[in-house]
C-alpha cells in the first residue's frame, strides 16, 4: 500500500469532479415473479438516456435498483414512465441529486473513513456511494455540492494544477 | 473542458472483464447520523493495512445506511476482529466466499444502454448479482462463489473483450 498521507496529516489524492444537477431513480422489482415488470435500466436504454450511476441489490426475490440520469432527461423520464400503464412499474424520481468523485481511491479506508466522517460532521445527506476502478462516487444533493467541498478539502491534498472541481464546457460527440 | 461521446453499438467493446474469488462479503448497516463514527473506526483499518476491493453504500427506507465492503477472505478475521465491539451498536454481516466480476469500455459512464445490456446478459440466464455498481466507466458485480465465471462467459454474449 503506497503511503498517501503527508506530514501535514492530508491525503494525497488526484483530483475531485462535481456532476452537474442529476436526477435520482428508484425501483424495486422482482423478475422472477413479474417478467412482464420493465426495470428502469431497460426503459432508459430504450428512451436512449445515459445512466452516470447505479447501484442494485438482491434481497430474497426483490432487486433494488437507484440510479442517476441528467437532470435535462427529466420530461423524457416521465414520459417513458407515464407510457406504459403497467402498475407495477412503480419509479420513484428524486430531482436535485449529483456526484461528487474522488481519485484515486486504491481500495484506502483512511480516506474512505475521512471522507465519511467530514460528510457526517457536515451533515451532508448520502444517496449512495460506489467504487470504481479509480474513484470513489458519493450521491449527494446538488444544493450541497459546495459545502461537501468544504467539508472533505482540509483533510486532501491535490495537485497544483488539479483539473477543475467542475468542467466548464463539454463537448459531447455524436456517432451514428 | 471534457469530451462525452455518446455511441451506441450492436456489440459494446470493452477493455476485458476481471474476477476476484475467496472474497468476504460484509455489510454493515449504520443509522445515518453516524457516519462520523463509521469514518473514524474505517480509518483504523490502515493500521492493519487492510484494503477494501470494493466498497458501496446503499440508503435503506428505515433512516439507515447499508455500507457493503469487499475483502480478501484472508483479511476478514482482522476486520472483524476490529469491529467486534460494534457489533452491539450495528448489524454486521458477512457471507464468505463470494466472486467479484468488473470490467470498464469507453466513454461507459457517457453512453445510454450499458447497464440494461450487462443485466439482461445475466438475469436472462438466471444469473444473479447479489450486488452491483456502476460509476465512472466501470461495472462491478459481486456474485454467490462460483458464479462469477458463469457470469463472465454469459457477458461475453454480448460484450466483445480485446483478443
Known amino acids: 500500500m503506497t503511503e498517501q498521507v503527508q506530514e501535514n496529516g492530508k491525503i494525497r489524492i488526484g483530483g475531485i469532479k462535481l456532476s452537474r444537477e442529476l436526477i435520482l431513480l428508484k425501483q424495486s422489482f422482482s423478475v422472477a415473479d413479474n417478467p412482464s415488470i420493465f426495470p428502469i435500466y431497460a426503459r432508459l436504454a430504450q428512451g436512449k438516456i445515459n445512466i452516470t450511476y447505479l447501484s442494485a441489490i438482491q434481497k430474497g426475490k426483490l432487486i433494488h435498483i437507484s440510479c442517476l440520469a441528467a437532470n435535462e432527461e427529466f420530461n423524457q423520464i416521465q414520459c417513458l414512465q407515464h407510457a406504459d400503464s403497467n402498475s407495477d412499474d412503480h419509479i420513484e424520481i428524486l430531482p436535485g441529486k449529483s456526484t461528487l468523485s474522488l481519485f484515486p481511491h486504491q481500495g484506502r479506508f483512511d480516506l474512505l473513513g475521512r471522507i465519511l466522517g467530514a460528510f457526517g460532521e457536515a451533515h451532508i445527506k448520502l444517496y449512495g456511494f460506489s467504487s470504481s476502478i479509480s474513484a470513489l462516487t458519493f450521491v449527494i444533493d446538488y444544493n450541497q455540492q459546495e459545502t461537501a467541498v468544504s467539508a ?3 483533510y486532501l491534498e491535490l495537485p497544483h494544477n488539479h483539473t477543475p472541481f467542475q468542467s466548464a464546457l463539454s463537448f459531447v460527440e455524436k456517432r451514428s | 473542458m471534457e469530451t462525452i461521446a455518446v455511441y451506441w453499438e450492436p456489440v459494446i467493446k470493452t477493455y476485458g472483464f476481471q474476477k476476484k474469488s475467496d472474497l468476504s462479503f460484509i455489510k454493515i448497516e449504520i443509522p445515518e447520523n453516524h457516519l462520523v463514527d463509521i469514518g473514524l473506526r474505517l480509518r483504523e483499518q490502515k493500521k492493519i493495512r487492510i484494503e477494501y476491493q470494493f466498497c458501496e453504500l446503499i440508503p435503506s427506507e428505515s433512516k439507515t445506511l447499508a455500507l457493503f465492503l469487499l475483502l480478501e477472505r484472508r483479511r476478514e478475521k482482522d476486520f472483524e476482529d476490529a469491529f467486534q465491539d460494534l457489533r452491539e451498536k450495528y448489524v454486521i454481516e458477512s457471507v464468505s466466499p463470494v466472486d467479484l466480476v ?19 446478459a445475466l438475469l436472462t440466464k438466471g444469473i444473479y448479482f447479489l450486488l452491483a455498481g456502476c460509476s465512472g466507466a466501470s461495472i462491478y458485480l459481486v456474485f454467490q462463489e462460483g458464479m462469477g465465471a458463469k457470469a463472465i462467459l454469459a457477458l461475453n454474449d454480448t460484450f466483445q473483450t480485446p483478443i
Not at chain 2, 468488473?102 to 439482461?120: E, K, M, S, T
Request: charged fraction near 20%.
Open chain 1, 152 to 154: 472533505i478539502i482540509e
Open chain 2, 102 to 120: 468488473f470490467f470498464q469500455g469507453p466513454h461507459f459512464g457517457d453512453r445510454y444502454g450499458i447497464a440494461d445490456a450487462a443485466f439482461n
